[in-house]
């Protein structure tokens, strides 16, 4: 079954406005989650380190005030993408942890943004 | 950048194995190789690590080099569903400790 559970898995918006992408650890406890980006063809690229209770960790030149990271519970992490461009359009994906080293990717969200 | 070399592509006939090759000349003595495959739209899922003894679980075995610089994935016998980007990352603790970084993958493509 899923260890990691991402929401939505497709969203189509309006330039502007802002989507929410949820992602929720189901088998374990994760104080840290991360999110990638990836463009059609291309490989995965880390955004940010989401920290439970603490700012994220965001890689260079991910703006953090368009790519907002909240991390309220050590199971859930969310990943807000504000004023959305058609430029943001992109497949967004976390990651967790596992206990074994391993990590596990949530179904990941392709964002559509007209 | 990444760390590992592999081929951008590879064919595999339904049934037969699929051996993907990485080159991970650089490999540090802490850093395990890891394989992760990308079925298409879809996030990455987990196949197999080692350190330097061989593994295989229900997926896959993973070769590893004696000298620890080179790899290969091995699908015994891959399916049609087996059809993925496949990407070998080399990485302490999971990249718990920072980035997991993917190179570009072998699209390995099994045909019937």
């Known amino acids: 079954g899923a260890v990691v559970s991402q929401h939505p898995s497709r969203v189509i918006c309006k330039s502007g406005t802002s989507v929410k992408i949820e992602c929720r650890s189901l088998?374990?406890?994760?104080?840290?989650m991360f999110w990638y980006r990836q463009f059609p063809k291309q490989s995965l690229m880390l955004m940010a380190t989401?920290?439970?209770?603490?700012?994220?960790?965001?890689e260079q030149g991910v703006e953090k005030d368009k790519f907002l990271i909240n991390h309220a519970s050590l199971t859930l992490s969310t990943l807000t993408v504000t004023s959305a461009h058609p430029e943001d359009s992109s497949f967004y994906i976390c990651r967790v942890n596992g206990p074994n080293t391993e990590a596990f990717f949530g179904q990941g969200t392709r964002l559509t943004v007209v | 950048d990444a760390k590992t070399t592999q081929p951008p592509s590879m064919d595999c006939a339904e049934g037969r194995a699929a051996n993907l090759p990485c080159n991970h000349s650089t490999i540090s003595g802490n850093e395990y190789v890891y394989w992760y495959r990308q079925i298409h739209s879809q996030g990455p899922q987990y196949i197999i690590h080692g350190l330097k003894n061989n593994e295989t679980n229900e997926m896959a075995s993973l070769i590893i080099t004696e000298d620890r610089k080179s790899s290969t994935l091995i699908l015994p016998h891959a399916t049609l569903r087996d059809t993925a980007v496949y990407y070998c990352?080399?990485?302490?603790?999971?990249?718990?400790?920072?980035?997991?970084?993917f190179g570009k993958g072998t699209k390995l493509s099994v045909k019937p």
């Open positions: 989401s920290n439970e209770g603490s700012k994220a960790t965001y």
């Open positions: 990352i080399v990485s302490t603790l999971g990249g718990s400790q920072g980035n997991l970084i």
């Open positions: 088998d374990f406890q994760a104080t840290t």
